[in-house]
């Protein structure tokens, strides 16, 4: 019973601009894909994320990550902003890294234009 107690609580704290692989749900479908987020609130229970994605696609609101490497992930990446995801803290499988101060600043620019 204690277990299940536990289980419960807020796994800590999640800072913004954290990028963290996550289990996502496509939005057509119940099938389920690991992908890197990116962090822009914790809420105890849940987290606020953007999704980020190796495909530009027209028309999407999307931030190109220049430092994609020094954030830690493996290629050129964009940050999709039109659709902000609400995740459980338990869909977040492991950290990949923090976002550049460069591209930070950059997405909030971008954010605050949309």
Same mark, same amino acid.
């Given at each position: 019973m204690t277990k299940a107690i536990w289980s419960f609580l807020p796994i800590g704290m999640i800072n913004k601009y954290e990028i963290w692989y996550a289990n996502v749900r496509f939005e057509d479908s119940?099938? $389920?894909? *690991?992908?890197?987020?990116? $962090? $822009?609130?914790? &809420?105890a229970y849940f987290v606020t994320a953007y999704k980020m994605t190796g495909t530009y696609r027209e028309g999407d609101k999307e931030v190109p990550v220049k430092y994609w490497q020094e954030a830690g992930l493996s290629k050129p990446t964009y940050i999709r902003i039109s659709k902000p995801l609400r &995740?459980? +803290?338990?869909? &977040?499988?492991? +950290? $990949?890294?923090? &976002? !550049? *101060?460069? !591209?930070?600043?950059?997405? *909030?620019?971008?954010i605050s234009r949309y």
């Amino acid at each position: 019973m204690t277990k299940a107690i536990w289980s419960f609580l807020p796994i800590g704290m999640i800072n913004k601009y954290e990028i963290w692989y996550a289990n996502v749900r496509f939005e057509d479908s119940y099938e $389920i894909k *690991e992908r890197p987020v990116l $962090i $822009i609130n914790d &809420l105890a229970y849940f987290v606020t994320a953007y999704k980020m994605t190796g495909t530009y696609r027209e028309g999407d609101k999307e931030v190109p990550v220049k430092y994609w490497q020094e954030a830690g992930l493996s290629k050129p990446t964009y940050i999709r902003i039109s659709k902000p995801l609400r &995740l459980e +803290k338990t869909d &977040l499988t492991r +950290k $990949i890294g923090v &976002l !550049d *101060e460069r !591209d930070r600043l950059r997405l *909030e620019l971008r954010i605050s234009r949309y």
